[in-house]
């Protein structure tokens, strides 16, 4: 552990700024809680109204609090937080938690005077975790450096090795509190907040060095790291631990309650619904599952080809068929339903069962759905299930439990089952364990070093379409025969070595969109026709800047797809993929995958592309998605470019199948300089 990581979850001396000596008061609770759930190392009150707080000897100010100090809680007002932050860096305290709220989530003046803390902190070499932020807990180590009123609960705290990541703070109560009730423990539940500094993937890469945890889960309302939660999400595969996420926003409303919450920034969903995807991490899409997936994914891995499918072995027919429907509405088919309903819950008969289950090559899980037995006994109902998961290991196993049974549900979670209250969570999850997979591995320097050099020529802001077709032919998408030419008169000298009929289209940067301007002639047959069509567009285009004029040769093929890269605000770059030119409009909306792809993911982002057009259907020929998928891999490896920020090939002509494909058009928007930027990387 960093320190850094032992500053923030493991401190021994603790400063208090702003605590009250009246407990009944919110700023009075973190003392109450850290000694009341068994803090032994040294408080610090600071406040210049009291001798005492508590029972604990108060400091004026932090410069008469004596000696080293690890953690500052600030629980001051917001107006007061800089002044607080300041003395923070005289002491040369490496880490401070900031309770007030009024600051990015309440507006401009908020998000200004964030911006003065954060630049206080760094000036002073302090680490910040915050504002609006409710507090962490460490329950090994006794640290319930938190106001959460979920502390009220009698000690000990449920430990456990899950560790939580929560942009909401009173979401950490009630995880704490629901996981306790289905008898699951924590390592670390830390609330993040604004996250005006420390963010989610910055606890996240420390805890991946965490020995106490083995799952990292994260309540995420946006994300504002991308980068550094995909390096940090790949840290904890690394060391082997998983990472579980439930992501707010899917739709508008939530994803307004974001903003107005913590400040956050929306994005489009499907855009982190594939980063989550590319970093390894295990999204979940019901509440209750985040609480109750974590054993499933406890010192496991990804399934190398899992066949969505389920073995299920139930005691109760009826809730059976409530789970293996939910798990239908996710792709996920039941191999086998054995119902022991007439056989009764012996656990010899359970276990025999489930051991069958757990051996079945046709299914990837197996799944125990227990009916009123799991109320009324306990022991017996969920014997056989024990005996099960110690006698044949190797296969995720699950339990649902159709009655409210808390001590059935605590028997299991103690043996590291993962036991569910809802059909809904156990599909959810199961679907979620099978969705799972290895983080993708950065792109090879070698692989653009050519791209960057073509990027790097680039004149403005935005590519001319020549200097964007250097790019793409430099990542390795085939950009076909063409000819740059200034004017008619150069056009005769090389006529001899184009392919009529030609494309013409005149060449600037002003101009992205090149049909609306009327800078593009199709179809033209002879160099005649197009000296005219190039004077034409030189007198129409009067007043715009040219490089000059580009006559490509009419090309043939299945379909056009438009193949794009940008940087998405929240899941960073990513690669879409869908129908181009006049079929755009009328189709689904594009694909979308993290980049950088490998050619599996290319493969899978071609399969779930609306290219309908390119599949052989009614019988239309067969596109080559072979090559398309290639050429999908080439336009990730942008990804390694922070250079550019946007980049599309609309459309991208695609051949008949084994004749490969060929970019007719292309953009590259360069990315403006990011200052500030701070990502888990820059740790110590």
């Known amino acids: 552990m960093t320190s850094l990581a032992r500053a923030l979850f493991a401190p021994r001396r603790i400063a208090l700024v702003g605590a009250s000596a009246d407990a009944s008061r919110l700023t009075a609770r973190a003392q109450i809680h850290l000694r009341r759930h068994g803090f032994d190392g040294d408080i610090l009150p600071i406040n210049p109204g009291a001798e005492t707080i508590l029972g604990e000897r108060a400091y004026p100010s932090l410069d008469a609090a004596p000696g080293p100090i690890d953690h500052a809680f600030i ?7 800089e002044e607080a932050v300041a003395a923070c860096a005289r002491r040369q305290v490496p880490v401070a938690t900031i309770l007030a709220d009024g600051f990015a989530e309440a507006g401009a003046a908020g998000a200004a005077r964030q911006q003065r803390v954060l630049a206080a902190a760094r000036a002073g070499g302090v680490r910040l975790l915050g504002p609006n932020c409710i507090g962490l807990i460490n329950v090994p180590a006794r640290i319930a450096l938190s106001v959460n009123a979920v502390l009220a609960m009698e000690p000990p705290l449920p430990a456990g090795r899950t560790a939580l990541i929560s942009h ?23 609330a993040t907040g604004n996250e005006a ?16 945890t083995d799952v990292i889960a994260l309540y995420l309302e946006t994300i504002r790291d991308p980068d550094g939660l995909r390096a940090a999400a790949a840290r904890a595969f690394a060391a082997g631990k998983a990472v579980i996420a439930y ?36 999204r979940l899409d019901d509440f209750e599952a985040l609480i109750e997936a974590a054993p499933l994914f406890a010192k496991a891995r990804p399934l190398a080809a899992p066949r969505r499918a389920v073995s299920v072995v139930t005691t109760t027919g009826g809730a059976a068929a409530l789970v293996v429907d939910r798990l239908g509405l996710a792709g996920i088919g039941a191999a086998e339903v054995r119902d022991l309903t007439l056989a009764g819950t012996r656990p010899d008969r359970v276990a025999a069962a489930l051991g069958a289950a757990v051996a079945d090559p046709r299914s990837d899980a197996a799944v125990a759905v227990i009916g009123s037995s799991a109320q009324f006994r306990p022991e017996e109902s969920v014997a056989g299930v024990l005996r099960a998961a110690a006698d044949a290991p190797g296969k995720p196993l699950a339990a649902f439990l159709a009655p409210d049974a808390p001590e059935s549900a605590r028997r299991l979670a103690a043996a590291g089952i993962a036991c569910f209250r809802t059909p809904e969570a156990a599909a959810d999850a199961l679907r979620a364990r099978l969705d799972w997979r290895a983080p993708l591995p950065p792109v090879d320097a070698g692989d653009v070093a050519q791209a960057r050099a073509a990027v790097g020529a680039i004149a403005g802001a935005v590519a001319d379409e020549w200097e964007a077709r250097g790019v793409f032919a430099a990542l390795g998408v085939t950009t076909g025969e063409a000819e740059l030419v200034a004017d008619p008169d150069a056009l005769a000298r090389i006529a001899a070595r184009l392919r009529f009929p030609v494309a013409l289209k005149a060449v600037s940067a002003a101009l992205p969109h090149k049909t609306e301007a009327g800078a593009v002639a199709l179809g033209l047959g002879d160099p005649a026709a197009a000296a005219a069509a190039m004077r034409e567009m030189r007198a129409r285009l009067a007043g715009v800047t040219l490089r000059g004029f580009l006559l490509m040769p009419m090309e043939r093929g299945v379909g056009e797809v438009l193949l794009g890269f940008r940087r998405d605000p929240q899941a960073g770059p990513v690669v879409v993929l869908g129908a181009g030119g006049v079929l755009a409009e009328l189709m689904p909306p594009p694909a979308i995958a993290a980049a950088p792809l490998a050619a599996a993911e290319a493969r899978r982002l071609v399969e779930a592309a609306p290219l309908a057009h390119l599949r052989g259907v009614r019988g239309r020929e067969r596109g080559d998605l072979a090559a398309l998928a290639e050429a999908v891999v080439a ?30 058009d292309a953009l590259v928007v360069r990315a403006e300089e990011r200052a500030g930027a701070r990502s888990n990387r820059d740790l110590p």
């Open 75 to 81: 629980l001051v007002g917001a107006e007061r937080v």
């Open 168 to 190: 909401s703070g009173s979401l950490i109560g009630a995880i704490l509190s629901r996981g306790a009730a289905r008898g699951l423990g924590y390592s670390v539940l830390a």
């Open 197 to 212: 500094d420390l963010g989610a993937a910055d606890l996240l890469a420390m805890l991946a060095e965490d020995g106490g």
């Open 247 to 282: 992501k707010l926003g899917r739709s508008a409303a939530g994803a307004a309650m974001a903003v107005s919450h913590t400040g956050a920034v929306a994005g489009a969903d499907a855009a982190v619904a594939a980063l989550l995807a590319a970093s390894g991490i295990a």
């Open 635 to 664: 336009v990730s490896r942008l990804a390694a470019l922070a250079e550019v920020a946007e980049a599309e090939i609309n459309p991208l002509l695609v051949r008949r199948e084994g004749e490969g494909v060929v970019a007719l």
